[in-house]
């Protein structure tokens, strides 16, 4: 990369990082990112959460605090514990112990970590699969639906500033785009670098914005997981390392692709008014992803199984797959080599877009 791509790419980056819209939507998903990531310290300080009955056939003063209140095991009760045969069955009798189910498994977990710590002194590897063998749901309320609620919690909260981010993000392309096309700034730019080298320059200096927001959507959470403490933050246990590395590599695809997408098109508005239009256009996949997503948590079927290799219309779905263990590492592994192709065929034919229209007015 020569110095004059890299100056380029730096002007663009801090003008788009600087502007109004970026950084109020910066300061909204951090302060949304603290929110969910300290969700159980916040509920406590500021709603009241009342806590929940507990009974239990063995003594679990421990277990005791301000979400939970100890009854005894043959009174009616949100959240029924049996401990037979060294495991834990759990009852869930109601909505408010739905509610509180995550905050009950905390607990159980640091109980069996104390224990077979102190005791057996097992690897981490064999207390984690102890874990997962050693406590056992059942949900006896009619009231209630069974999904995984870890996973669609996380789901749910953290797809909204992302999508906030690709809105704000596309917008703010969209418009500077429009704005540029044919402008005299533009004219001096391009006796430096030609056309192709100025898409280049869009793309990363609008790539690594989507990258500053993601840590900063990102570092909440990092904090909460590594504290882990069920009265203060979040459980986040679920999310491991591969998932997340497979997430990053998935949402960096969708990113580059709704970009490349927002850059070429917003090229071809007449007028810097117009890009809003063009904007809404970029985002039309991705909100038939979210969509699909909102109504249902798996991949595409059917006629429709060619969406999921298609970055844009797959970013929810594919994000959900990777969360609930829906997807194999051979399939997504296929996912992301078809995303790779397509992304290249997409630059190349967005470029020529771009190409044939900045110059223009």
Sequence with gaps: MNKRISNIIGVKFREALFSTAIKIMLMIILIYSIAISFLPYIKKNFFNDAPVSVGCNVSLDSMEDDNFILVDYSNKCDLKVTFEDNKYFIDINSREGYDKLNYLLQKIHQINYAEFIKENKISGQQYDKLLNNNIIINDVSDEIIQVNSEVM???IMVTIPFYLILITLVSRIGAQVAYEKGSKVTEVILTAVSEKQLFFCNVISSM???????????????????????????????????????????????CISLIM???????????????????????????ISYTYFMFKIDLYKGVFTILNYVPIFSAFPVVS?????????????????????????????????????ISNI
């Design 153 to 155: 919690d996380f789901l």
């Design 208 to 254: 690594l914005i989507t990258v500053v927001s993601l840590l900063i959507v990102m570092a909440p959470m990092v904090a909460a997981y590594v504290i882990n403490d069920p009265t203060y933050t979040s459980d986040f246990s679920f999310f491991t390392t591969s998932k997340l590395i497979y997430l990053l590599i998935h949402l960096t695809f969708v």
């Design 261 to 287: 997408l927002s850059i070429a098109i917003s090229s071809i508005a007449k007028q810097p008014e117009d890009a809003n239009i063009f904007a809404i256009l970029s985002m039309a996949p991705l909100f």
């Design 321 to 357: 797959a990777i969360l609930n263990d829906g997807i194999s590492i051979t399939n997504l592994i296929f996912v992301f080599v078809s995303n790779i192709i397509f992304i290249i065929l997409e630059y190349l034919a967005l470029e020529k877009v771009y190409c044939s229209n």
